[in-house]
């Protein structure tokens, strides 16, 4: 029991706690990558973008040129191509559906897990998990202030989630 909680105060340390964020971002991005391999059909998904692109394209060149009879003929097509972006957002959505809840229960652990409590007057604070060189572990952008925990997570599962949807396939590198 004492070498378990022992694990825990280290993780709350930097460079274990980088380490750790870093390595459960690319886990998390890599299952939501694999799921989105499996689940959705990246060859589909890329035909239907290309005839909504097209379909797009087409339909600001009968506006710009004021062209009445190819924006009707453009227009004919427009429920069907609704559909397809239906199509994406539910392809889209499958894999949120799955990791959403998980993700928010992650979320509250960790929140928990790397907060210091609050004592006296002071209120609790995170805990810095990373420095951004130059900045220190606090963002603050506008109104805004991002706790290293947010911002490493964030910039580590953007890494991952970039790398894993090319490595399977997801997204391809010339889009």
Known sequence: MGSGLKL?????????????LFLLAALISLLTSLSNRLL?????SKAWRKEVS????????????????KLERVMKKQ????????????QSMKVTL??????????????GFYTIPATGKIPAQPMSIAYLPGVGPVVHLFIFSFASLLWWYLLCSMMFGTLFSHVFGIVEVSE
């Not at 799955?98 to 929140?111: D, K, M, N």
């Open 40 to 44: 959705t059909d990246p060859g589909k």
């Open 98 to 111: 799955i990791f959403f809840v998980p993700l928010i229960i992650i979320w509250s652990i960790l929140g």
């Open 54 to 69: 097209e379909w797009n394209k087409e339909m600001q060149e009968a506006r710009r040129e004021g062209d009445k009879k």
């Open 8 to 20: 825990f105060e280290v993780l709350q340390n930097i460079p274990l706690s980088t380490v750790f």
């Open 79 to 90: 429920k069907e191509v609704l559909q397809l972006q239906s199509k994406m957002m539910w």
